[in-house]
């Protein structure tokens, strides 16, 4: 089991890199379990949340509330969002509570490399996703 | 009931937050003591199945030299019967007969322990199906668990904070309006650039004597010079 909080601080140290393609900033949150808040730089709006659990690294971005999607279209736009997940790299949407997600799991053995990727990756789908999405929005 | 089964009544039954629906304090526990039992299951199995293979090997051993012994005396017995002495080929004959019981019994135990080892193997295969299968269960339910405590987290410190005023829709736009803000400022950059670099080229051409340069002073300069002469 990696040790969550050291790779964040890797993490976070990588983010200040200029010579890296994406900077980013990376912020504990206080709770039960650890919880680091990532603020992709020029989109402070949709950050990402990196959480661990057994064996498993998680990325989280919250993408919107049940109560943004017209209740007539989220039929729809589940099953859309069904059809696209295995397609969509290495993300996939999900439901947590009332929150649609999309999220990435790696595995707790994953590299720094990976995890870097995995964050660019996330919060490009993130993004892309909330764009095509929006129509179904209200 | 499985973690996933689990998950899909609690939607039927229409739970807003399926986490709490299926994962209580004790599942963990729960979870970790039946893979523990299992565990200790799996390695006593494993020692008998090592036990019961020793004893078999022993019994194949035993029915290979009884056999071999069995062959000797029925040599012995027709030596005997060559010499003529009846009452020393019945001896050896009582000698085979006891020979060819004990195989039997060997025999028996040998099919027996086999077949113990078998239902062993079977049970090791079944107990470690079983004990990946709550491993993978038990992974879901710490991971809900700590979704869920994440998710409270991140609601109690971020989407009741001001930027979670922003629906999706208006992060996005601020976000592509950033984006859009950086494009310009590139293109804004390239032309800037362009006009850097044509004034290079101005100066290149003036020092190459292709362009007129602009400042005439010093002809003007050097044409007062020459009418003050005259």
Same mark, same amino acid.
């Not at chain 1, 900077?23 to 989109?43: K, S």
């Not at chain 2, 113990?116 to 199906?129: D, S, V, Y």
């Not at chain 2, 984006?179 to 020092?207: I, M, N, P, Y």
């Given at each position: 089991?990696?040790?969550?909080?050291?790779?964040? #601080?890797?993490?976070?140290?990588?983010?200040?890199?200029?010579?890296?393609?994406?900077?980013?900033?990376?912020?504990?949150?206080?709770?039960?379990?650890?919880?680091?808040?990532?603020?992709? #730089?020029?989109?402070?709006?949709?950050?990402?949340?990196?959480?661990?659990?057994?064996?498993?690294?998680?990325?989280?971005?919250?993408?919107?509330?049940?109560? #943004?999607?017209?209740?007539?279209?989220?039929?729809?736009?589940?099953?859309?969002?069904?059809?696209?997940?295995?397609?969509?790299?290495?993300?996939?949407?999900?439901?947590?509570?009332?929150?649609?997600?999309?999220?990435?799991?790696?595995?707790?053995?994953?590299?720094?490399?990976?995890?870097?990727? #995995?964050?660019?990756?996330?919060?490009?789908?993130?993004?892309?996703?909330?764009?095509?999405?929006?129509?179904?929005?209200? | 009931?499985?973690?996933?089964?689990? *998950?899909?009544?609690?939607?039927?039954?229409?739970?807003?937050?399926?986490?709490?629906?299926?994962?209580?304090?004790?599942?963990?526990? *729960?979870?970790?003591?039946? *893979?523990?039992?299992?565990?200790?299951?799996?390695?006593?199995?494993?020692?008998?199945?090592?036990?019961?293979?020793?004893?078999?090997?022993?019994?194949?051993?035993?029915?290979?030299?009884?056999?071999?012994?069995?062959?000797?005396?029925?040599?012995?017995?027709?030596?005997?019967?060559?010499?003529?002495?009846?009452?020393?080929?019945?001896?050896?004959?009582?000698?085979?007969?006891?020979?060819?019981?004990?195989?039997?019994?060997?025999?028996?135990?040998?099919?027996?322990?086999?077949?113990?080892?078998?239902?062993?193997?079977?049970?090791?295969?079944?107990?470690?199906?079983?004990?990946?299968?709550?491993?993978?269960?038990?992974?879901?339910?710490?991971?809900?668990?700590?979704?869920?405590?994440?998710?409270?987290?991140?609601?109690?410190?971020?989407?009741?904070?001001?930027?979670?005023?922003?629906?999706?829709?208006?992060?996005?736009?601020?976000?592509?309006?950033?984006?859009?803000?950086?494009?310009?400022?590139?293109?804004?950059?390239?032309?800037?650039?362009?006009?850097?670099?044509?004034?290079?080229?101005?100066?290149?051409?003036?020092?190459?004597?292709?362009?007129?340069?602009?400042?005439?002073?010093?002809?003007?300069?050097?044409?007062?010079?020459?009418?003050?002469?005259?």
């Amino acid at each position: 089991m990696t040790d969550l909080n050291s790779l964040a #601080e890797e993490l976070a140290e990588k983010g200040r890199d200029l010579q890296q393609g994406t900077n980013f900033e990376v912020t504990p949150i206080p709770g039960d379990v650890a919880v680091f808040q990532i603020l992709v #730089e020029d989109q402070e709006e949709l950050p990402l949340f990196l959480s661990g659990s057994d064996g498993q690294i998680l990325c989280i971005a919250y993408l919107f509330r049940k109560h #943004e999607v017209a209740p007539d279209s989220r039929d729809e736009m589940n099953e859309v969002m069904l059809a696209a997940n295995v397609s969509m790299p290495l993300s996939s949407f999900a439901l947590i509570d009332d929150q649609y997600v999309v999220f990435g799991a790696l595995s707790a053995k994953a590299s720094i490399e990976d995890v870097l990727h #995995e964050i660019e990756v996330l919060s490009s789908n993130a993004i892309e996703a909330i764009d095509v999405l929006a129509d179904y929005l209200l | 009931m499985s973690i996933l089964r689990k *998950i899909v009544t609690a939607i039927r039954g229409g739970a807003r937050e399926v986490g709490e629906a299926i994962v209580d304090q004790n599942s963990v526990r *729960i979870f970790e003591q039946e *893979i523990k039992d299992a565990q200790n299951q799996l390695d006593k199995a494993k020692m008998d199945l090592t036990e019961v293979m020793a004893k078999e090997m022993q019994a194949s051993r035993k029915i290979e030299g009884l056999q071999e012994d069995i062959v000797k005396h029925e040599g012995y017995a027709s030596q005997a019967l060559d010499k003529q002495d009846e009452a020393l080929a019945l001896e050896v004959a009582q000698k085979i007969a006891d020979l060819q019981g004990e195989l039997e019994i060997q025999k028996k135990a040998q099919q027996s322990f086999s077949a113990h080892a078998e239902r062993l193997k079977a049970m090791i295969k079944k107990t470690t199906k079983a004990v990946t299968d709550l491993e993978r269960e038990l992974v879901m339910v710490k991971t809900t668990e700590s979704v869920q405590k994440a998710t409270t987290a991140i609601t109690n410190n971020y989407a009741s904070g001001s930027s979670r005023l922003l629906t999706a829709k208006e992060s996005l736009d601020r976000i592509k309006e950033r984006q859009t803000h950086l494009e310009d400022r590139l293109a804004a950059g390239e032309v800037l650039e362009g006009e850097f670099s044509g004034q290079d080229l101005d100066q290149k051409l003036k020092d190459a004597g292709i362009v007129e340069d602009d400042n005439k002073a010093k002809d003007i300069l050097e044409k007062l010079k020459a009418e003050k002469a005259n």
